[in-house]
């Protein structure tokens, strides 16, 4: 692994190792992902810069079960949007390159911990928007619930997305049908 990476995942490790609640957790790795967005060019392959026409490019860069930790490089094309989701996790993001729009979502009905296929109101709530060397946190008590992308007329984006488990699967939720569905998530 480059040096560079892992000096970040040890450092990832200390801090979760000297942290219990997960806010400071996010607090404490922010500075770290700020420092590793910053060096993206000295330790990303093109591998990691890989992208799709279908839709933005989920690009692991390194993951474990056991250490409860992914870090990606994602690739958003202009126009190319997640859908809404969640994480069921904590997670750090750290811009490397473009404008990175966040669109939160709050849900309108007491639902508690509504499960799959309970019916889920959302309405839009803050819109962030992240440029090169920004970095965001979220947690996942309540869901952190977004929808993240680059509009039609900017230029493409890259950014280090830091998770507090293998992001193997998450939630998507559709607004109109008023649910919220587990997807197994794709990256390469």
Not at 52 to 70: D, K, P, Q, V, W
Not at 77 to 85: L, N, V
Not at 97 to 104: F, H, I, K, T
Request: with cysteine.
């Amino acid at each position: 692994m480059n040096p560079i990476l892992e000096h970040f995942r040890k450092s990832c490790a200390s801090i979760i190792s000297e942290h219990a609640a997960p806010c400071d957790i996010v607090r404490a790795l922010a500075p770290t992902m700020g420092d590793l967005a910053r060096r993206a060019g000295d330790f990303l392959e093109p591998c990691h810069r890989r992208s799709e026409a279908e839709g933005y490019t989920r690009n692991l860069i390194f993951g474990s079960e056991e250490e409860g930790l992914s870090l990606y490089a994602i690739v958003w094309r202009p126009g190319q949007w997640t859908p809404i989701h969640d994480h069921g996790t904590w997670g750090v993001v750290g811009v490397v390159e473009g404008l990175l729009e966040e669109q939160a979502y709050v849900p309108a009905n007491d639902t508690g911990d509504a499960g799959e296929g309970a019916r889920i109101d959302l309405s839009p709530g803050g819109l962030v928007l992240l440029p090169p060397g920004a970095v965001a946190t979220f947690l996942s008590n309540p869901d952190h619930i977004h929808q993240t992308g680059v509009a039609d007329d900017r230029p493409a984006t890259l950014s280090l997305h830091l998770y507090g488990r293998m992001l193997n699967d998450f939630h998507i939720y559709d607004r109109e049908a008023r649910t919220k569905k587990l997807i197994k998530a794709e990256h390469s």
